[in-house]
């Protein structure tokens, strides 16, 4: 059976789903076999540059007031 690798999307849910938290040990050990390590990392520093980027603007709205 050939099965198809997950995509950048599915790698970027991973990623998104790892930020919060909440994974169920199925879903962390199939991620495991079938996540691309580029994607991964791909996603992850995106991820991280609009996590930076949105606490970058709620402080200055804050200090702005």
Same mark, same amino acid.
């Given at each position: 059976?050939? /099965? +198809? +690798? #997950? !995509?950048?999307?599915?790698?970027? +849910?991973? &990623?998104?789903?790892? %930020?919060? !938290?909440? /994974? /169920? /040990?199925?879903?962390?050990?199939?991620?495991?076999?079938?996540?691309? #390590? &580029?994607?991964?990392?791909? @996603? @992850?520093?995106?991820? &991280? @540059?609009? %996590?930076? !980027?949105?606490?970058?603007?709620?402080? +200055?709205? &804050?200090?702005?007031?």
């Amino acid at each position: 059976m050939d /099965r +198809k +690798k #997950p !995509g950048f999307l599915y790698s970027l +849910k991973a &990623v998104l789903w790892s %930020f919060v !938290g909440l /994974r /169920r /040990r199925s879903d962390f050990d199939q991620d495991q076999r079938g996540l691309n #390590p &580029v994607h991964i990392i791909i @996603a @992850a520093l995106l991820a &991280v @540059a609009v %996590f930076i !980027g949105l606490l970058i603007t709620v402080v +200055k709205f &804050v200090v702005a007031k």
